[in-house]
């Protein structure tokens, strides 16, 4: 058996997850751990793939779009983090819209995601912005979802996505 752990992040929190899994499962059998950009060919070819994006628009961006129309025929894993909502109804719009660029001829062993938080920076920004029209609908919340998502992953929710990468793989 073996994996691969391809991923997406606009402010490194995939990473965290990424590690996590890649710590978890150890390296004997890891083809590649790294960035979606710039990703070799045969670090798809690993039995099972463990892909990591990052939420805008509430999905996958489009590296992770490209990646998912590449894997056909494969078993996947994916995981992820959020940071615009922590309640169930959001978590599935974003696993939907996501899951919706899996090839039909892929089987995905898994789904993680959790909340991530989000950079200081971003939130400045789209406070400055003050909410002019045309800009991000979310600026209105930016506030609360910076509070909800400060010290996401948690300890715990890194924790989780070892033991779930572990069933995953193994499974
Ligand atoms: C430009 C931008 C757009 C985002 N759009 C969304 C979104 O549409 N929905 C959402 O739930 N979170 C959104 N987020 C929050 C991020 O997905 C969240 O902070 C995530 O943990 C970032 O992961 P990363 O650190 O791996 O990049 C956005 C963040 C940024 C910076």
């Not at 099972?48 to 056909?72: E, H, M, P, R, Y």
């Not at 045309?134 to 979802?145: A, L, V």
């Not at 909800?148 to 193994?170: F, I, K, M, N, S």
């Amino acid at each position: 058996m073996s994996y691969s752990v391809i991923y997406s992040t606009h402010t490194d929190n995939a990473v965290k997850l990424a590690s996590r899994i890649v710590t978890a499962l150890g390296d004997q059998e890891l083809v590649f751990d790294g960035r979606a950009a710039g990703c070799p060919d045969f670090a798809l070819e690993a039995d099972t793939v463990f892909v990591g994006f990052w939420t805008t628009a509430n999905s996958c961006d489009k590296l992770i779009q490209n990646l998912l129309a590449k894997l056909k025929g494969k078993r996947i894993a994916i995981f992820g983090t959020c940071g615009f909502g922590s309640d169930q109804e959001h978590f599935d719009l974003v696993r939907k819209n996501v899951l919706s660029f899996v090839d039909p001829s892929t089987t995905v062993a898994g789904f993680y995601l959790v909340n991530g938080r989000i950079g200081q920076g971003f939130v400045h920004q789209a406070l400055e912005s003050n909410g002019a029209e045309g800009e991000d609908f979310h600026y209105p919340n930016y506030r609360r979802f910076y509070q909800e998502d400060a010290g996401h992953p948690t300890a715990a929710e890194l924790e989780a996505c070892a033991a779930w990468a572990q069933q995953v793989y193994r499974a």
